[in-house]
């Protein structure tokens, strides 16, 4: 079992829908959660990082973790063309110095 | 603000051709390093990575090793490429728990 798991899709959908993204993980001791974005042919970029349970948002971005279900979501309201990229969730341990990373979701917004 | 560079950006070698890729960070000190490849449509595979300067830690046995000559430089090298080394070679920093920085990307196939 791989320690974060996500769909890779892909994923698509039309211009100003709210598009959910989620990924699971195996460790109860994962800390921090992060979301990146990724164009292709780009390197991932940082789009949120929360640490421990609850919301975090950022504009027309929402991350959500629940340590409960060891669920975390990425929620992105009126979701534009420009969107559409590779979504990547990722987690640490307290104090480590690696992420774990989701194998991504590839997400088309539908103009 | 901190700033990374990678190059080359594009590079197609032909097997058992020696490989350097460097990588250099600018406006922060001491940063964590890190080299990943990423395989088409394939998730991160973490390669490398260095807590300072002359330390490094491999993730996976292979063709390929990593120095950091410099606080804010990490090289990846090979001494002779192989197919299977094609891919996406991405290096990254951090300076904590937090999330990681990537740099643009070096895109890298052996003929």
């Known amino acids: 079992q791989k320690e974060v798991e996500q769909d890779p899709g892909p994923l698509s959908v039309p211009e100003g829908a709210i598009v959910s993204l989620n990924c699971t993980y195996s460790n109860s001791a994962f800390q921090y959660f992060m979301w990146y974005r990724q164009y292709s042919r780009k390197g991932p970029e940082l789009l949120m990082y929360?640490?421990?349970?609850g919301n975090k948002e950022d504009g027309r971005f929402t991350a959500q973790v629940d340590k409960s279900s060891k669920y975390i979501s990425l929620f992105i309201r009126d979701s534009q063309p420009s969107d559409s990229a590779t979504y990547l969730c990722a987690t640490s341990l307290q104090g480590a110095q690696k992420l774990v990373f989701g194998q991504g979701t590839r997400l088309t917004i539908n103009p | 603000s901190q700033t990374i560079h990678q190059w080359p950006a594009t590079l197609v070698q032909p097997v058992g051709s020696p490989l350097s890729l460097e990588c250099t960070v600018e406006?922060?000190?001491?940063?964590?390093l890190y080299w990943y490849r990423q395989a088409a449509g394939r998730g991160l595979q973490l390669l490398f990575y260095?807590?300072?300067?002359?330390?490094i830690s491999s993730e996976v046995p292979q063709n390929l090793s990593a120095s950091r000559p410099q606080d804010r430089q990490f090289i990846l090298s090979s001494k002779k490429l192989l197919l299977s080394d094609s891919g996406f070679y991405l290096c990254a920093w951090s300076t904590g728990p937090t999330g990681q920085y990537f740099g643009p990307g070096t895109r890298l196939t052996v003929t």
């Open positions: 260095s807590v300072g300067i002359g330390q």
């Open positions: 929360t640490y421990s349970s």
């Open positions: 406006g922060t000190s001491n940063p964590n």
